[in-house]
């Protein structure tokens, strides 16, 4: 079925986690200090808590201090915001994270803009983004990372190379398309008002499908060679069966144009977490004024 070569999102990320790993053993030595995250979670949505679970279960696995908060969901915007303002001047914690969706009644933009922009680990501060836009030093978006460290395992030098966004979010199209335009790709958005959608992608070097949608990108949109990789996660229900996880690209269909994909799960999944810690140990690396390393 496939001319693709497969790439295996696991492997990569196990690999990043080593690395970082290795990096907080020998911050540890040389300076003293253990990078910590903080996660906080209010309420009790059940994805929410698998999440924060194996947040905590790798940051403790690559030898740094995880300290979580667990609120109700009764707990008022003041009470976060001070949470958060608590965790801003706590020199112990170098990464924060809290954890979406946020109650109802809980203004979650006010939220996140109270972060520290230098510990704000999901890279969703204004500040971050507009440092990723000008090419300062940012903490950037853990997904999009991740998706760039896969593109650029099959291929490291992407310059040059037709890049294809499908999807503008906030969390992961826009970035992707920062840190894409960063390695020197021709880069194109395109989302829900795009026109010919299908050949836009057909002129694409480089495809990130961040739809939403189950198998939206079909085989015949993908340039023979092409380095697809797929960040969706859909639940599909199976008639009879178990709820399956699906991407938004048909993926037997593009693996047999496509030069390499990402499988779902598997791909772009297990990375978004590796790249939560490497933001976490960038970011202890900063407030201490040390060399960038993750
Ligand atoms: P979103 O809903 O915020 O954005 C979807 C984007 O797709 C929008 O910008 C929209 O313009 C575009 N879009 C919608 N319909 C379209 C259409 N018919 N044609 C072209 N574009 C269309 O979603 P998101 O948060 O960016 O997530 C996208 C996917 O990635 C989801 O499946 C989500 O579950 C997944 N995701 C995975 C990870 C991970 O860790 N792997 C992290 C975040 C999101």
Known sequence: MSGASIIDGKAVAAQVRADIAGKVEALKSAHGFTPGLAVVLVGEDPASQVYVRNKGQQ????????????????????????????????????GILVQLPLPKHVNSE??????????????????????????????????PTGSLILAKSVQENLSGMNAVIIGRSNIVGKPMAALLLRENCTVTVAHSRTKDIQSVVKGADLVVAAVGIAEFVKGDWIKPGAIVIDVGIN???????????KGDVAFA?????????????GGVGPMTIACLLKNTLQAAQMQHGLEITA
Not at 73 to 85: G, P
Not at 253 to 260: D, I, K, M, N
């Open 59 to 94: 940051t403790k696995e690559v030898g740094m201090n995880s300290i979580e908060h667990k609120l109700p969901d009764t707990t008022s915007e003041a009470e976060i915001l001070a949470l958060v303002d608590s965790l801003n001047k706590d020199a112990g914690v170098h």
């Open 110 to 143: 006010k939220v996140l803009n109270a972060i520290d922009p230098a510990k704000d680990v999901d890279g969703f501060h204004p500040v971050n983004v507009g440092r990723l836009w000008v090419g300062e030093p940012a903490l950037a978006p853990c997904t």
């Open 235 to 245: 639940r599909v229900e199976v008639p009879g069966g178990k709820a399956k996880l």
């Open 253 to 265: 269909e593009a693996a047999a144009v496509a030069g390499a994909i990402t499988p779902v799960p």
